[in-house]
């Protein structure tokens, strides 16, 4: 597990224990006063005597490669401006598997769809869906419906009855009759 901190911390750590080490502290009194194994004090110094200082310094974290490259995704954020239309497919809506083909056919990147959302979500694309809509759709008849017809159609609460207070008077069982 990597310790908490920047790497800038991590270094300034490690040099403490190398100088705590050189004034003549036994490796477990460095690890009690940093807050740390005292294997780890131990593979400090053994990289250090190794090394010298340069085995104390931070070494980059790079972390996975990219997919794209930045020129390959200003690329991909300026094909999501054109409609899909112009690059071959049907309809004018963008989806995060059309958007995998399209990566997949000019670039030779595969991407995962889910991945591709939340890509492109840090890039300031959200999902966007037309909202589906009848074309012989009439809203002034739509809302005159609402307005005179749907209150005489809709279902009403019945009126309360009285309850039978025969259950409720003491000796009456419903069973006995």
């Not at 000019?106 to 999902?127: C, E, I, N, Q, T």
């Not at 307005?147 to 008077?169: H, L």
Request: net charge positive.
């Amino acid at each position: 597990m990597r310790s908490k901190g920047t790497a800038q911390e991590l270094e300034a750590r490690r040099r403490l224990a190398a100088a705590k080490c050189g004034e003549g502290w036994t490796q477990v009194e460095v690890a009690a006063f940093l807050g740390v194994h005292p294997v780890t004090v131990a593979k400090w110094m053994a990289r250090h005597r190794r090394d010298g200082d340069a085995g104390l310094t931070a070494k980059p974290t790079p972390g996975r490669p990219r997919f794209l490259s930045p020129a390959q995704e200003r690329q991909v954020l300026r094909w999501l401006d054109q409609k899909p239309t112009a690059h071959g497919f049907r309809t004018d809506l963008w989806t995060s598997r059309r958007v995998t083909e399209l990566i997949r056919r000019k670039l030779g990147v595969d991407f995962h769809p889910d991945y591709l959302r939340a890509w492109m979500r840090g890039r300031g694309y959200s999902p966007q869906k037309p909202r589906r809509r009848a074309k012989q759709k009439d809203q002034p008849a739509i809302d005159g419906w609402v307005k005179n017809d749907w209150p005489r159609v809709e279902k009403k609460p019945r009126r309360p009855r009285p309850t039978s207070s025969r259950s409720t008077k003491r000796g009456c069982s419903p069973t006995r009759w």
